[in-house]
């Protein structure tokens, strides 16, 4: 006879088994602000990785700053206007924008405690260890500060304009991240002089380090700290209590109703204009020697609240910083490298003909960008059988030779069309300076498409062989920028398949006019049907899985924050579809919960290079698909911008990225393990024989000469 208790087990795990699992519920979701802030943990650990050259390490120190000022820009920015305006919509993970700005705070506390003491108690004293040394006036001897007082006084006290503050002085307009010194100023031999305050706006158009002449090795004293020193010749006759430096970061996010804009450009033009000091302050960073009389009258009069502000006993500005790791050390920098040029791009090529024969796939910065993207371009643009041009720009930096490339292509009578981004962020200065140079010779401009970013990268040239037209197409994860090439790992495809071709045609006419092309062969783009493609083929994996034969994703990416993607990824592994994702930065996906993600890793690989490419893989019951694309697995890209994906068709190429994710996979270096609890663990090899690393290994193999992957 069966007892009562277990026919209770028996009914209850009946009604367990039945349970719907919400899949959509708040505790399965790591929060965005929080995941990202854990990236540039990670970033900042690089620090102090001995492996890494010392100046390699300040350069992990400054890029924490640089990445923590765009992120209040952006995205505190961003949570402060929806509090102010009433704004209640909750996170992924359920946190309202009150509560998401509490806890970036404390994370924030973290950051900045942990950055200040790499900095002061490893990364300075190194520095002076090899001869590199920032001076405070205590530190100078007579003859020292005689150098520094006279260049004060011929080269920086002609530029400085202190602004007293009072009735007739308003508060200053402080510009977004520039470094400010306040002064507290007193007369001692008058009675009826109150104390005043006068602000100094310090001009960017001077030396942020001043180096001592005939010393052996580099001496610096900052500009802030000469300006303090000497003060005095600022305010003679007057005593000056306190001089303490500060810095104010603003909202410098764009937005644009580009509907009702009569001139975008224009419009991008004035709205960049007003990031600089228009807009509201959201971050107040102070010296910790500044009196808490003066920290009050700074966030009372900036709108600020005391979690606001952020004081340091490191140097303010560390962006700055990034000119140290250019000094003439070379010991202590990682050692230059010279990418390797595909024997397909070699100067006894040519290129159009190479392509034309075989899909060819290159891999940056191991892989040229300038012998083999700049030659694609440069070849066409001297091409007489090159008809058209057409190519999206989205970031192209500041010394453009694609641009140039571009301009020449014109010039020669070349068809050219440019769909230059003009909103893509932090770059809109210099995309409106390029769409400004190329409208001058010629080249039919478009600013992209009303109410999207143009984020894809793809170029196509049109020849003509043989009375009929050939299209040559570039298709990339990565920017037409020769500088970020150097940087960034990107893959991408040269083809000239009919198919692509074509495709590409209905896409630059999709971009340009009016068209709702459905009949699409290889490309998938978004905001179309790219979204509706990934879930379909994560679902295509669910519904092949047997346990003989489980399923096999795996992915390369920059952030993955998707709702519906995630949630589509915990149901395959839910199936027992085993999950692979590479994700350097953001991620809102929990692995590892028992029954919904247990099937999920997530390693992010932090390293010399920043790892930039997005690829795609899915085993499709052994009809093994692959894909390339400039998008990630967030709403933005999904959702709001033009992004491309294309797959790679030809075997020999797909035997390729097999080979790539082996090393990614292989990698014991530089590889961080998602724990569920949105912590990162750092994957460490047993022995040092078997240390692997992964960018290491492959720009081994580019500069043997060897294919890279």
Known sequence: MVSKKTISKIINSKHKSQEIIDLYDPKYFLNRELSLLEFNHRVLLEAQNKNHPLLERLKFVVILSSNLDEFFMIRVAGLKSQLAEGIMDVSYDGKSPAKQLLEIRKKLIFLYNLQEEILLNEIFPEMEENDIIIHQKGDLIPKDLEYYKNFFCSQVLPLLTPLSLGPAHPFPRLINRSLNIVFVIKNSNSKDFDKKLAFLQIPSSLPRFVELKGKSGHHFMLLEHIIISFCSYLFPGLEVETAVPFRVTRDADIEIAEDEAEDLLSEVEEQVKERLWGRAAVRLEVSTEMPDYLIKLLTSTLDLEPNDVFAVKRPLNLPDFMQLTKLDKQELRDKQFVSRRPFEFSNDKNI????????????????????????????????????????????????????????????????????????????????????????KVGVNVVYGVIGLKTHCKIAMVIRKEQNRLVKYLHLSTGNYNQTTSRLYTDVALFTSDEEFGEDAVNFFNFITGYSDYKDWKKLVIAPKDMKNKFINLINKEIELYTPENPGRIIVKMNSLAHKEVITTLYKA??????????????????????????????????????????????????????????????????????ELMFPIISEPLQRRIDRLFNYYLKDNCQTWILTENGDYEKLKSKTIKNRFNVQNYILARAQSSRRVF
């Open 573 to 642: 592994s839910m199936k027992g579809v085993k999950i692979t994702l590479f994700v350097r930065g953001i991620c809102s996906l929990k692995p590892g919960i028992p029954g919904i993600s247990e099937n999920i890793e997530v390693r992010s690989v932090i390293g010399r290079f920043l790892e930039h490419s997005r690829i795609f893989y899915f085993k499709n019951g052994g009809d093994e698909q692959y894909f390339l694309s400039s998008a990630d697995w967030m709403t933005r890209n999904l959702h709001t911008r033009i």
């Open 352 to 439: 159009f003909q190479e392509i034309y024969k075989k899909d060819i796939l290159v891999h940056h910065p191991f892989d040229s960008f300038t012998h083999t993207t700049l030659k694609f371009i440069n070849a066409a643009a001297e091409d007489k059988n090159v008809l058209a041009i057409k190519i999206t720009l989205y970031r192209v930096g500041s010394n453009a030779a694609v641009v140039q490339a571009l301009k020449n292509a014109a010039i020669n009578g070349i068809s050219v069309t440019a769909f230059v981004e003009l909103k893509a962020r932090f770059d809109e200065e210099n995309n409106i300076i390029w769409a400004r140079e190329l409208e």
